[in-house]
């Protein structure tokens, strides 16, 4: 009988091991996709594209058992080659070719110059062929910083005792309401999909105190804007024992600050190679709603037209402020009207106009919305009556709170938006490897 | 102007830092939701669930300015009292209370036993009350392991240089084709939900070399058993520059093993409260289709009906046989008939009635599908063709493999019944958060 005991050592070597010291001037072998070839005449150069990065290698005529003749762009390959310092290649190192083989070939020329390193190609001509777009460099860095950003979210979580849950996307009824919801039948039953796990992380509060998921929401929103999608990634905790709203700013304020360290640590190359600066997290300015609107009318002599609603221009104004007046990225704008919160949301009891949420706003897009939520039974269920709503399909949700709950919050961040603003792109389908708005469906 | 500037220390306390030596003897706070009271006259046992765990809490007359008779069950406190040892408590500790505030109460006694130890609740009767059932310790525990395969899963495949992605589970077609299909209209177009990432991971493969997801998946079978979900949390992973298929079990096997020591290390506790025995993952037989049937109907006297299926009793037979002859937990039975694989699956050249793909069964169920996939674009437009399916809707999924892609594999997990396993239940659902089966889509 065989048997199988782990992952075994692999005669191809990455990266990071070639530009060891040690390796300089060994004997290896490495394999890649061809991402550019340059044919000088007697020497050639090669570059294959590998999961950490480019690797230069050199075709010397009379040196490789394999000519460079047979070399095209696109192939996959595996060569063998002595390691040399060259601090003209990329990472500083490259491979003298000795011999090799090629492992697959493709049928036709590429459609899009991936080689290059900024490819001037349109965002629709890239989602049109997004398995040959992100094969650039640049446009691969992007969705490595979105790792980077989720792994930060989960393993600061995970330090701070957070439990992670998987709830359905499928369901009876929508946990916000409204008209954006997809519909589908199921066995012959009405069900929607989920446009947030709101209630089954508030219900999971009550079992693990803390949680988190990291997971697809979706919505049937009619907006084509440069920064909504229908499917997006959702990053939700949800926190009981809060003793204000702010604990749960403060925990994001955290999650932000271990990722920007876990970037700079661990995706180092990535922003390199996109010249990402990172925002400065350390002290994020806090401003009532009001008091927000109030500034930015003041200073940019803008009207206000509604004390309770926030424009898209207000929010980019907002942004621009913080900027300027305290040199800060993010800015946390509170105590919005109760009248654009869903119901659940808690009112201030200073005064029930407002309620104790938030919007972060990241160079003045919002890219959070949280908040304390009602955990009373008899308040939730009074505002449930007081917007006219009806409780069918709430039971499991509201007994819930009928047998106790603790005081808690919550918030929910758009993955994609969050990446788009971090490496200066424009619009979140940049940020989206396969991006759903009105008119894409596909691939 | 106010700042926020990460999360600030709380003075109430968590179970880990009350069990450490110089806690003995202090004053501390801590918060929690009434887990059991009993009352014994001048002394009341009152248990606080905390995340880490159950905290006893003693009430003596006199000693503390909150009355226990003000305590009942459900409702969410903040005590204040003494730590003291006693080793006839939950984790050697108790609080000697001294006073503190009651924060919530619930409107009504709860509707199951969450505070025993074993519910003996019908399985219907918990999942009816989900929210409530889950409070109970044994119930919770069940998805901490959950959480902790998950986390093992990732955090070993970014060890393996695996990039994580988030791939649309909305789309114009599935990936797998057929009848099991959830369809829905997205903007008056006909889309489906996502059976499998398949389609996406393998177009990644040529970006990153090597990616994972763990993310749900939907399937409209009409299969009411009890190793059946609508809706599950899958783990994938997809490699590129493979050797053989053998590569894509080698790693699966160096993630169990991974995951089991992860949670040795970090859920003792739930593994102990569950009375678990960690399965052996050290090594893992692998075994033909065609033998593993031959093996069992010889020793078993079962007469082989098909020869190119496996019966669920087949599956069962061959867990059985492999822990009786080799004391094995796990078996990877390779070699799957080509005409029970879908159309991308790699046939065997040395014969292709069968294909280079597996199965991983634990104990006698199966966990895990896998294998190589075809990479060269006219073998795979072959194949379509010869099943005689169209490419319609797949012209981004073929021209990936036009435009060149590496020797690939890969496999997906199913998160719910490994965790089935593991745990020793023998009903999925026991080990789902919120279950979506052909009877159920609430809560």
Known sequence: MEFLSGTTAKETMELHDLMAEECIGKTVRVNGAVHSVRDMGEVSFVVLRKREGLLQCVFEEGTSV??????????????????????????????????????????????LPVGKWK????????????????????ERAKFRIQEGIVRGFRDFLYSQQFTEIHTPKIGAKGAEGGS???????????????????????????????VFETAPVFRAEKHNTKRHLNEYTSLDFEMGYIDSFHDIMEMETGFL???????????????????????????????RF??????????????????????????????????????????????YPSKKRPFYAMDDPADPKFTLSFDLLFH???????????????????????RG??????????????????????LGIGLERLTMKLVREDNVRETTLFPRDLSRLEP
């Open 66 to 111: 394999l000519s460079a003749k047979e070399i095209r762009e696109a192939q996959t390959v595996e060569l063998t080659g002595t390691v040399e310092k060259d601090e003209r290649a990329p990472h500083g190192i490259e491979l003298r070719v000795t011999g090799g083989e090629i492992l697959t070939t493709p049928y036709a020329p590429l459609p």
């Open 389 to 410: 709503m009806s409780e069918e399909g709430m039971d499991q949700y509201l007994d819930t709170f009928k047998y106790g709950m603790p005081p808690h919050g919550g």
């Open 180 to 210: 954006n919801i997809f519909r589908l039948e199921y066995f012959h039953h009405p069900a929607v999909l989920a446009q947030s796990p709101q209630f089954y992380k508030q219900m999971m509060v009550g079992v693990f105190d803390r």
């Open 364 to 386: 003045g897009l919002e890219i959070t919305t949280g908040g304390q939520r009602i955990h009373d039974y008899q308040e939730l269920r009074r505002k449930i009556a007081a």
């Open 290 to 335: 009001d008091t927000a609107k109030q500034l930015v009318s003041e200073k940019y002599n803008r009207k206000i037209k509604n004390p309770y609603d926030l424009e898209p221009e207000e929010e980019t104004l907002i942004g621009q402020y913080f900027k300027e007046e305290y040199n800060a990225d993010f800015v946390f704008v509170t105590h």
């Open 119 to 138: 490819m001037s190609t349109s965002l629709e001509a890239k989602l049109d062929s997004r398995s040959i777009s992100l094969r650039n460099i640049r």
């Open 257 to 287: 600050q271990y990722t920007m360290r876990l970037l700079e640590k661990e995706y180092a190359d990535e922003l390199k190679i996109l010249g990402v600066t990172l925002p400065d997290t350390e002290r994020i300015p806090m401003v």
